[in-house]
Every structure is written in structure tokens, then in C-alpha cells.
């Protein structure tokens, strides 16, 4: 229906949120719309504290099939649609691939196109027996984004890289696993080894966690230097916090820590 929701946010106690691409007649392809409400909905999860790990997932049994072609006629007609579309699509990307918190890509079904593009934008792909994963550009006549190209090539090196794009190819869940695209597959279903991983990352300390994905961000692009001040910053921050010394009393007193990232 033209009034449901297309994409979905939900969040437990744990603090684990799932964001849901809800266009299931379409395999969960994403409009100009979707594109944009994600770019606003991971953003506005960067300063939250009790978001601890963040899932996209797709509803009824795929991940998304990509951008939704059927309204490039329409949106992206003239240069003028055509920058708007892509600065949409590029700030998604980006909003997810820089949350501060862990990301998990939950994958049944197909992650393909610009649905991979998203998945490779998160730390951790999960799929299952159905995942189907790929990048058709060179069946569409189209250069892939130089933004996308890097989150493919730093995610399966850059044989792996030439093969997925210079193929096109549909790559099933085993060859998916083998190259890298996934990082876990789950036997009951992406979306519940996925909500397994959230709640072991949740159960971690999350300035941890921050501070460790800025360095790792910062050394695979080659911006250590570039920002090591907020390296050093967050390195402080943790050293500082109420949950650096609740780990070292949970320690000593051998109990399960409670970390509340302050």
C-alpha cells in the first residue's frame, strides 16, 4: 500500500536497533525517498547513546534488490535529478558507513546493485543459505561509484573486486563467504545470527568499541595522521570513563560487566 512505511526502525532494551527496508513488492529496492530516509535515520543515530549496534535488514526474505530503476525516467531525467539522486544515494552511504557504532548488514535473499552498496558500507555482512549478492554495473552500461568501489575493494581486495564488477555476476552464499562478502552466515536466518552478533557487541563497552572503529577507519584510508588528535581523544575518553573502571572492578570482583558508555 502507498501508506505503509518503507523503511522501518525498531529498537530492543539492549539497545540494538534494526533498521528495515520495507518495499517488499520490489524485492526492496530503494527510492530516491528510501535513500534519503536512511541518510537522516543513521545520521540521527550518531550522538545517541543508547544505540549501542545498528542492523539494516530487508523485509520478507530479501535484503534489497538494489536502487529502484523504475523512477530513473522520472527523477533522473535531467543533470539536475541526476545530482540530486546520486548526492541522495552518497549521503546514505556515507551515514552509515561512518556511525560511530557498530553496523551489521543482515542479508537474506538478494543484496544486489546498490543493496550491495549499502551492505558494504556496514563493519559486518550475516547471511544465510538464500543470500545472493553482486553488482550488476557491467550488465547496465555503468561505471560504479568511486565511494562504492572503495567499500567493495577494501572489503574482498582487488581481484575479488575486478571479478564482481568487471562480471556482473550473482554470486551465491558460498562464494560470497569465500571472497568476503560475508563475514558470517547463520543456519536459522540472517536476521537472527545478526541479532546474535548485535548482542555480543552491545554487551561490550562502547567508547571501546568508537575509539577502536575511528583508528581502523583512519588506517584504511590512510588518515591516521590526519586524525590522530581524535584518536588520541577518544584513547582519553575511554581511559577517563565510568566504564574503564567498571571493567577493572568487574574483573576483580570476576562478575559480568555492566558498561553504560560514560
Given at each position: ?10 529498537q530492543d ?11 517488499p513488492?520490489k524485492?526492496n ?5 528510501m535513500?534519503r530516509k ?8 550518531r ?6 549496534t545498528v542492523?539494516?535488514?530487508?523485509a520478507?526474505?530479501n535484503f534489497?534488490a538494489g536502487?529502484?530503476i523504475?523512477?530513473f ?6 543533470p539536475?535529478?541526476?545530482?540530486a ?7 546514505a552511504?556515507i551515514?552509515?558507513?561512518d556511525?560511530p557504532?557498530p553496523?551489521?548488514?543482515?542479508i537474506?535473499?538478494?543484496g544486489?546493485g546498490g ?6 558500507a556496514?563493519?559486518?555482512?550475516v547471511?544465510?543459505e538464500t ?5 550488476p554495473?557491467a ?8 565511494l562504492?568501489?572503495q567499500?567493495?575493494?577494501?572489503t ?7 571479478l564482481v564488477?568487471?562480471?556482473g555476476?550473482?554470486f551465491p552464499?558460498q ?6 562478502l ?9 536476521l ?5 552478533l548485535?548482542h555480543e557487541l552491545?554487551a561490550?563497552a ?5 575509539g ?10 590512510e588518515?591516521?595522521?590526519?586524525r ?6 577518544a584513547?582519553?575518553r575511554?581511559?577517563e570513563?565510568?566504564d574503564y ?5 568487574s574483573?576483580i570482583?570476576k562478575?559480568?560487566p ?5
Amino acid at each position: 500500500m502507498a501508506d505503509e512505511p518503507d523503511v522501518l526502525v525498531e529498537q530492543d532494551e539492549a539497545g540494538i536497533a534494526v533498521v528495515t527496508l520495507h518495499n517488499p513488492r520490489k524485492r526492496n529496492a530503494v527510492t530516491y525517498e528510501m535513500w534519503r530516509k536512511l541518510g537522516g535515520i543513521f545520521a540521527g543515530f550518531r550522538d545517541r547513546a543508547d544505540v549501542r549496534t545498528v542492523i539494516l535488514t530487508g523485509a520478507e526474505g530479501n535484503f534489497s534488490a538494489g536502487a529502484d530503476i523504475s523512477e530513473f525516467p522520472r527523477l533522473r531525467s535531467t543533470p539536475e535529478g541526476i545530482k540530486a539522486y546520486g548526492e541522495a544515494g552518497h549521503a546514505a552511504t556515507i551515514a552509515i558507513r561512518d556511525l560511530p557504532q557498530p553496523t551489521i548488514a543482515a542479508i537474506p535473499g538478494f543484496g544486489v546493485g546498490g543493496g550491495c552498496g549499502i551492505a558494504l558500507a556496514c563493519d559486518f555482512r550475516v547471511g544465510d543459505e538464500t543470500t545472493r549478492m553482486g553488482i550488476p554495473a557491467a550488465k547496465r552500461g555503468i561505471v560504479y561509484s568511486v565511494l562504492d568501489s572503495q567499500n567493495l575493494l577494501r572489503t574482498v581486495g582487488l581481484p575479488n573486486a575486478k571479478l564482481v564488477l568487471y562480471s556482473g555476476r550473482l554470486f551465491p552464499m558460498q562464494a560470497c563467504r569465500t571472497m568476503g562478502l560475508l563475514d558470517e552466515v547463520g543456519e536459522d536466518g540472517a536476521l537472527a545470527a545478526a541479532k546474535r552478533l548485535a548482542h555480543e557487541l552491545a554487551a561490550c563497552a562502547p567508547l571501546s568499541q568508537r575509539g577502536a572503529k575511528l583508528t581502523l577507519e583512519a588506517l584504511a584510508r590512510e588518515e591516521a595522521e590526519a586524525r590522530g588528535a581524535d584518536i588520541l581523544a577518544a584513547q582519553r575518553r575511554a581511559a577517563e570513563s565510568e566504564d574503564y573502571r567498571e571493567a577493572t572492578a568487574s574483573f576483580i570482583e570476576k562478575r559480568r560487566p555492566v558498561f553504560r558508555g560514560r
